[in-house]
């Protein structure tokens, strides 16, 4: 019972201590992007793709959002995986979709990614060329925050209570996040399932 406890009140913590002018300003840029009929790229990897897929769904469905995860096609993924290396999948994969500055880049990470330690180098790329085609990027990240918090124009850092738990809070935080920016009634636009079952 003491991991139990112990992880649902540093979830309190960390909810206490996050920084919603970060989230008020995502909520800014996303209904930018809506208004210039720009497009939502969502790019994680490992839990932060899964994240990434579900985020799509409720960008698209709640918010009216086109917005899309390069992770969702395994085929083209792992096709450029093979032929041209992880580094540039996310990169390559936006210069196909001609990535543009009526755009934004939201990044799901734990560590932000890092050139020098060598981990998430296909999210710095990624990130390079949307500041290099001035599409706006925006993140939820762990840590310190890594490139994505260093580049990006919006960006929340889960803060960290518990350096054993850094993983988890930050992936589950993601999916708060997400939640309430698609929630929010300046960029809610369709009705969910079931709140309109009364």
């Not at 998430?120 to 500041?131: G, I, M, P, Q, T």
């Amino acid at each position: 019972m003491t991991h139990i406890k112990n992880f649902l009140n540093q979830t309190i913590q960390i909810a206490e201590k996050i920084d919603q002018k970060s989230m008020a300003s995502m909520v800014d840029y996303l209904l930018k992007v809506r208004e210039n009929a720009g497009r939502l790229f969502i790019l994680g990897v490992g839990g932060s793709a899964a994240n990434a897929a579900h985020a799509v769904n409720d960008f698209r469905k709640l918010c009216g959002i086109e917005a899309y995860a390069p992770t969702d096609n395994v085929s083209e993924l792992t096709a450029r995986t093979n032929d041209d290396g992880w580094e540039t999948v996310f990169s390559e994969w936006l210069k196909v979709s001609k990535l543009s500055k009526r755009d934004a880049v939201l990044v799901f990470s734990v560590g932000g990614g890092n050139i020098e330690m060598n981990v998430s180098v296909n999210l710095v790329r990624a990130l390079k060329y949307s500041k290099e085609i001035e599409a706006k990027i925006l993140g939820v990240v762990g840590r310190d925050g890594g490139f994505t918090k260093q580049i990006g124009d919006s960006v929340l850092v889960v803060p960290e209570v518990n350096a054993d738990m850094v993983t988890p809070h930050t992936e589950a935080f993601q999916a708060v996040v997400w939640h309430l920016l698609v929630s929010h009634p300046r960029l809610q636009e369709f009705g969910m399932k079931w709140e309109s079952m009364t």
